[in-house]
């Protein structure tokens, strides 16, 4: 191995999120795996790479103790003293990280939630490494120092991206000007817009509307840093990079274009401010009253309630079997009683009916044969790091294929498909019980059965209803995806057949799927979901130019990485708009289903109440349901813009 | 029970004076034959013995190095259930190789497989070149298809043969070189990223063309 070592910066961190198990309850802090970020070349060229501490073979000031597979680090730290961590060596290996220098394709430099200074670097494959954490600062030193190796372009619409650009050493001086930028205050270039109108105006349409975006906002940069806080539970030393995120995603450009003789007419459809979305604390206890016959009283309440924040977890066994159309929502305690006698009763027939096929029988009997093969197969690999499943001879794996093979006899037409061990595993692990877990699935079932049919026709009329969606609200970014062979949306066929259930962690699709199982506030709430992670995702995927092959990379790859408390606020939010706009299509008005015109004044009020009763008032004030229609246009080659009117 | 043989990137060669070829490889073959697991032994060097199913498709890259010639594949891992069958041509459309997997001890994953070759032969791009995979070597003992009957039935078929493991890592890497060798690399440019063209900065309008998806021009 000959390698030489360019550059290095220790004391760099990657943020593993905790174990599922661990956090049904608060927030716990991740882990950090720490490490070193070099520069390196060999014969084939430069690049970078991540080593995890006690990965390394020469030790400085730290050392490193190893024994059998694991490691024990020493470091000392100025900040905090000493540290001492002892680890799985064969586990660290996955958090080693390198790229050859022309695979990279951009960087970005955030503060992401704890305040920490990070950077993040795509590929041009699509992959996208780990954000790393410069505990002790220094990446901007970090990045100055790649910049002797890349050109690097300033995004215009992101100004915390730099991409790589490779034709012309020409540019190379303009990044270097570009990375001062870094020291700027977004105030300096609103200033430079204000006194430099043209020269600005030069630098692209995109970063005007952004200038421009940052001159109206200001009125409302109150409820911007509280909606930061509310994000990060913390105090951020420069929150104006980090909203910068937050608002771009939220205040989504909607630039709707016609191509038109070298000019492209641009319509800037003004859907209002996004408003300010509340969560709440997840339903608990305290919150059920039941009358006298243990009716669920108030359960139209605890409903919005679940919409607006979940339910805590203890209380999941009981609610989702309600949102689950296990009992009815008014049931009485007795009916439920009942219901639940004849459920066990039911399911064991079911059950008893597939046990009793024989050996003989089943030989000649080559459907349910297949089916349990399948079956089988996806039970060995469902969920398997999950503590609830992960040990072989585990009586919940012969649970879940007793469920499944049951029903498969409950709904024979439908069968087994696969992404249903998927659905039922997070059921199975809330309710710890066959039966309940049957059924409960069932009920699931009922609600997405179409999307395992073998037409796969409701999987299509949802992608393309997702694709409308997206017209909508960013004709820009659906254009893109025109281009880029990615129209039909298929990069989240996955988020959409199993509703979202490899992209989040245990609690969190917990969290998500009740929110889901309440139907509100409109139909198709899910979709609004994909919109909302679509637009915080845009930028990385314009940006990096990906393509069709990299686009469905980036988009699995968010797995694990998609913040749903953001992702629900925006999603409502979008709703809210929505809503409020008066110009909706009629055919965005038929996928999330309003206004039936009797209904909807009823629905209207509805959905007033899901907005946090504190702030009620003020956040539908805030909806200005102006439609006004800002006309430009602008010519292709140059640049340059002229405003019409 | 996961082993590390080479770091996932990196390992490729890119030295400037070398030529760069691309190629896309799309993987098809019965559910849980071992796919994905082929792809992530030959990418990452690892190998899950709990793979979850693959839910639509997935999209990785790795290059190998063939004398002086690096060569990038783009591979499509897809989904093996019936039920997504018609996904699959928007996966191998456009392919210039294909692997298909079956499980050795599993013959019911051989005769899919020889479906699967049928449809690539009909419908695939022409001169697509096939692979034969049988896959999970190491279940010697429970073998249900034997090593003559898949041999015989690839050379009929003009197919390249090798029988893997995901778990051992045995032919994986061979099974891929063997391919990247037989895919013809005329026509070549030097060093090409074809990324860094036409980023003019303004994205307004949607002014980029991507279209390495459906090139059928392999080398750059
Ligand atoms: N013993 C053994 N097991 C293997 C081998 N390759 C894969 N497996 C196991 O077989 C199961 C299925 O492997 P996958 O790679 O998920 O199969 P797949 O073909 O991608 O399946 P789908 O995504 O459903 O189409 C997993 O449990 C793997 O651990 C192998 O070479 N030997
Ligand atoms: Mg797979």
């Known amino acids: 191995m000959n390698e030489h070592l360019l550059f290095e910066k220790k004391e760099i961190y990657i943020h593993e999120q905790p174990k599922e198990e661990l956090i049904n309850g608060p927030l716990i802090e991740p882990e950090k795996i720490g490490g070193r970020l070099q520069i390196l070349k060999n014969k084939n060229g430069s690049f970078l790479r991540f080593l995890p501490y006690g990965l390394e073979n020469v030790v400085s000031d730290d050392w490193a103790f190893v024994v059998n597979n694991s490691v024990l680090t020493y470091s000392k730290d100025s900040n ?3 540290s001492c961590t002892f680890e799985n060596k064969q586990n660290l290996n996955k958090y080693k990280h390198q790229f050859e220098f022309n695979e990279l394709s951009s960087v970005r430099r955030i503060y992401q939630g704890y305040g920490i200074p990070c950077l993040v670097f795509m590929l041009t494959d699509g992959r996208t490494l780990p954000n790393l954490y410069f505990y002790k600062g220094g990446s901007k030193e970090f990045l100055q120092e790649l910049s002797s190796y890349f050109v690097f372009k300033k995004d215009v619409t992101d100004p ?6 490779r034709q012309n050493s020409e540019q190379f001086k303009q990044s270097l000007y570009e990375l001062s930028l870094f020291n700027e205050q977004r105030e300096n270039v609103m200033k430079k817009f204000l006194n430099e109108p043209v020269q600005s105006t030069l630098l692209g349409f995109s970063k005007v509307t952004n200038i421009l975006r940052d001159v109206i906002k200001p009125s409302e940069s109150a409820s911007k840093s509280q909606f930061y806080v509310n994000d990060f539970k913390l105090d951020i030393p420069n929150p104006g990079d980090d909203m910068s995120d937050l608002m771009d995603s939220l205040v989504s450009d909607n630039i709707h274009s016609v191509p038109n003789d070298g000019y492209e007419m641009v319509t800037k459809v003004d859907l209002g401010p996004m408003p300010t979305v509340d969560r709440g604390p997840p339903v608990q206890k305290e919150d059920l009253i039941f009358d006298k016959e243990g009716r669920l009283f ?3 309440r605890i409903k919005q309630m679940i ?8 209380l999941r066994i009981t609610l989702w079997k309600f949102l689950l159309n296990y009992y009815e929502w008014d049931s009485t305690a007795k009916s439920r009683e009942q219901k639940r006698k004849i459920r066990v009763e039911d399911y064991f027939r079911m059950k008893l009916q597939w046990k009793s096929i024989s050996d003989e029988q089943k030989n000649k009997f080559s459907l349910i044969k297949e089916r349990e093969n399948l079956i089988e197969k996806d039970v060995q690999r469902t969920d398997r790091t999950h503590p609830y499943f992960e040990s072989d001879d585990n009586v919940h794996l012969v649970e879940m294929k007793d469920i499944l093979m049951t029903y498969n006899m409950f709904n024979f037409d439908l069968g087994y498909v696969q992404g249903m061990s998927d659905l039922l595993a997070p059921i199975m692990v809330i309710m710890d019980n066959e039966v309940d877990s049957f059924w409960c699935f069932a009920g699931y079932m009922d609600k997405i059965e179409s999307n395992f049919l073998m037409d796969q026709l409701n999987i299509k009329l949802q992608l393309s209803n997702l694709k409308a969606l997206l017209e909508f609200f960013d004709s820009k970014f659906s254009h893109y995806l025109e281009k880029n062979e990615s129209s039909n949306m298929y990069f989240c066929f996955r988020w959409i057949l199993i509703l979202f259930k490899r992209e989040f962690s245990f609690p969190d699709i917990n969290r998500l799927w009740e929110v889901l199982w309440t139907d509100s506030p409109c139909k198709n709430f899910h979709l609004l979901i994909c919109i909302s ?7 990385d995927i314009m940006t990096n130019n990906y393509g069709f092959n990299e686009i469905l990379k980036f988009i699995n790859d968010l797995s694990g990485r998609i913040d749903l408390e953001k992702t629900l606020k925006h999603a409502e939010g979008l709703f809210l708009q929505l809503q409020n706009f008066k110009n909706v299509p009629n055919n965005i008005y ?22 946090p009763r504190s702030s009620s008032r003020e956040s539908s004030a805030k909806l200005s349901p102006s439609s006004s229609f800002k006309s430009l246009s602008f010519k292709k080659d140059d640049d340059s813009v002229e405003v019409l009117n | 029970m996961s082993s590390q043989t080479r770091s ?5 060669g890119t030295a400037s004076a070398s030529r760069t070829c691309q190629f896309k490889l799309v993987l098809l073959g019965e559910s849980s034959v071992g796919k994905s697991s082929l792809v992530l032994r030959f990418v990452k060097g690892q190998f899950h013995e709990f793979q979850e199913s693959t839910i639509g498709a997935a999209f990785l890259t790795q290059t190998v190095q063939i004398d002086d010639t690096t060569v990038k594949f783009e591979i499509w891992d897809t989904a093996g259930q019936e039920r997504y069958h018609s996904l699959a041509p928007m996966y191998y459309r456009g392919a210039q190789a294909a692997i298909v997997v079956y499980d050795i001890s599993n013959k019911e994953s051989f005769h899919k497989a020889q479906t699967w070759v049928k449809e690539l032969q009909r419908q695939a791009s022409p001169n697509i070149v096939i692979a034969l995979a049988g896959n999970k070597l190491d279940l010697a003992n429970k073998r249900a298809v034997s ?5 015989q039935y690839a050379d009929e078929h003009s197919l390249l043969f090798m029988e893997t493991s995901a778990k051992t890592a045995a032919n994986v890497m061979d099974i891929f070189t063997s391919i990247a060798k037989k895919l013809p690399k005329s026509d070549v440019n030097e060093q090409a990223s074809r990324q860094s063209q036409n980023r003019s900065g303004v994205n307004v309008g949607g002014a980029n063309q991507n279209q390495q998806g459906t090139s059928g021009c392999a080398c750059k």
């Open chain 2, 147 to 151: 090593y003559e009957e898949a041999k």
């Open chain 1, 307 to 314: 919409f607006r924040g979940g339910i805590q977890n203890e």
């Open chain 2, 8 to 12: 996932g990137s990196g390992g490729g």
């Open chain 1, 80 to 82: 905090s003293g000493e």
């Open chain 1, 160 to 165: 915390r991206l730099w991409y790589v650009q």
């Open chain 1, 298 to 300: 108030n359960h139209e």
């Open chain 1, 533 to 539: 992670i679509l637009l915080m995702k845009k930028d």
């Open chain 1, 590 to 611: 038929e996928i999330i289903g309003f206004p039936v015109t009797e209904k909807n004044e009823e629905l209207i009020d509805e959905s007033r109440l899901l907005i």
